[in-house]
């Protein structure tokens, strides 16, 4: 089995090696949890061994997400002049289509229709084999109706099924309901949950590794710390409850 890594070595070590190559992950986590972390040190892990790479933002722009890459020690724009990382702004587009919803709710334009065509002329033109959609949850924000954000939610799932791309999107969770459904995490080939808890006025941050296709892996909750040189897993530790 092919195997890539994640670019967390304690990660890895969970996974047994990595992730499986061209499959689609899923990090779902709260505010705070370092998804965002997390899919910079997967790009930047690959990056770094001259596997091209493609950053999609829909929320923050590219100087915050530069910024928040420095803060752990990763400097984006030296990769993009090696031409091994591609960083594209989405957020203006979810911008865009929140003020059109203002103005003609009734019919307005998917975020995802508009985005899946340039991911694929992207990642294809590039020659990409790694992928980040960070975050989903700000393309299908908007939508009314459950099944119109299911349906976006597989759209994009089916575009990036086309690409020879390991692909990690994002999806912002705190506290879901029993309402809640996740259609992401069934079509995903795997799914990583980063949470926190706030227990005697101290707050620790696990990991669970929900599901991965094709592999055996720890499905324990593992600790982390979010450090100056980015997420830190402690695969051998078993965390108090």
């Not at 890895?12 to 965002?36: A, C, H, Q, V």
Request: with cysteine.
């Amino acid at each position: 089995m092919n195997r890539i890594s994640t670019g967390l070595t304690g990660l890895d070590e969970m996974l047994g090696g990595g992730f499986l190559k061209n499959k689609i992950i899923l990090i779902r986590g709260g505010p705070g949890t370092g998804k965002t972390i997390f899919s910079l040190q997967f790009i930047v892990e690959g990056a770094k061994k001259g596997e091209k790479g493609i950053y999609l933002t829909l929320e923050e722009p590219i100087d915050s997400i530069r910024m928040a890459a420095a803060s752990v020690g990763f400097d984006l724009e030296k990769l993009e002049k090696k031409n091994t990382l591609k960083l594209i702004d989405g957020s203006q587009l979810v911008f865009k289509f929140s003020e059109e919803i203002k103005s003609n709710y009734n019919s307005p334009k998917p975020v995802i229709s508009q985005i899946v065509n340039q991911i694929i002329i992207e990642a294809e033109s590039f020659g990409a084999t790694r992928l980040v959609v960070d975050p989903i949850t700000s393309a299908i924000i908007h939508q009314r109706f459950p099944t119109d954000k299911r349906l976006e939610i597989l759209e994009l799932i089916k575009s990036l099924r086309k690409l020879k791309c390991t692909s990690v999107i994002t999806s912002e969770s705190s506290s879901p309901s029993e309402e809640d459904f996740y259609v992401e995490e069934y079509l995903a080939d795997g799914v990583i949950i980063l949470a926190q808890t706030l227990r005697n006025f101290v707050v620790t941050k696990t990991l669970r590794v929900e599901k991965m296709r094709g592999i055996g892996h720890d499905d324990q909750p593992r600790k982390y710390e979010i450090t100056e040189k980015g997420l830190k897993v402690f695969a051998s530790e078993t965390v108090r409850t």
